[in-house]
């Protein structure tokens, strides 16, 4: 997959060749420093830009079989936030200030199920007790700024899973958050992970989280295993996009390239 941004005589190529898969219940890192491009890629799998006038994808999306990129652009919204769902970096600037978090909850079920909206209010208090937050009735009723840090983020995680995604893409869904809160909202969405079977796409700058994986790291004509325990080594092949499969108990998986270029299984990116 490639996305191109601009005019045709000013095009910019923010990514080139990018190519992955994640299967059902398996959790995949994007890892790379800021700005080579892991939130456009995150983001052009779900085509969020303007492709009228600002952006132009190449190259295939596969999910479940089926080419997100040869889907009609108004059938995209069945699949956005349905099927396939995001945490954005900032949970501050993505809540909007001045609705009520149930609010917000309650229309993302009500977009995407056919449900009355007092049956969508308890399953959105259901999905913020499910999440961790305590006593979700009285959240329900606030405004994201009367929230902490991560409890914010965990109604991001809950407006995401509040459909039941396929898919859940995690945008640096730890940003801005301190060490204590971030250990609890990673193992918050491993528990989820595991508890829906769904696949996850962990985007992150952070190259010194969990160790208990194995990295495999595609970049130019560079390829191979990195060693995780060498954090210089990451840095020094940081020009590409490194992407990381747990290994817990489990062999991890070689890419295999399919006769049009692109590594494909399972969920196809």
């Not at 799998?45 to 089926?66: H, P, Q």
């Not at 407006?159 to 193992?187: F, G, N, S, Y």
Request: some cysteine; proline content about 3%; glycine content about 8%.
């Amino acid at each position: 997959m490639s996305t191109v941004f601009g005019p045709k005589k000013e095009k910019i190529r923010a990514i080139d060749g990018v190519s992955f898969y994640v299967c059902r219940g398996e959790m995949v890192g994007i890892v790379g420093e800021s700005g080579c491009g892991k939130s456009v890629t995150s983001q052009s799998i779900m085509r969020l830009y303007d492709e009228k006038e600002e952006v132009s994808y190449s190259g295939t999306v596969r999910f479940e079989g089926e080419n997100l990129m040869e889907i009609p652009y108004k059938e995209m919204d069945k699949i956005r936030g349905n099927r396939i769902a995001m945490i954005f970096q900032d949970a501050l600037s993505s809540l909007n200030p001045v609705y009520t978090v149930g609010n917000q909850v309650v229309e993302a079920i009500c977009i995407h199920q056919n449900v009355e909206k007092k049956e969508a209010w308890q399953k959105a208090v259901e999905m913020l007790m499910k999440v961790g937050i305590s006593e979700p009735e009285k959240r329900m009723r606030q405004y994201p700024h009367g929230l902490s840090g991560g409890m914010r983020q965990r109604v991001m995680i809950a407006i995401a899973l509040c459909c039941k995604p396929d898919l859940l893409i995690a945008d640096e869904p730890t940003t801005a958050l301190d060490v204590t809160v971030q250990a609890q909202i990673m193992d918050l969405i491993q528990q989820l992970k595991e508890e829906e079977n769904m696949g996850v796409i962990l985007i992150t700058h952070d190259m010194a989280g969990d160790r208990n994986v194995s990295w495999t790291y595609r970049g130019g004509s560079a390829e191979g295993r990195i060693d995780p325990s060498s954090e210089a080594s990451l840095h020094e092949k940081s020009f590409g996009i490194c992407a990381k499969h747990e290994s817990e108990g489990a062999e991890v998986p070689e890419y295999k390239e399919s006769g049009d270029g692109h590594w494909v299984r399972c969920h196809e990116v």
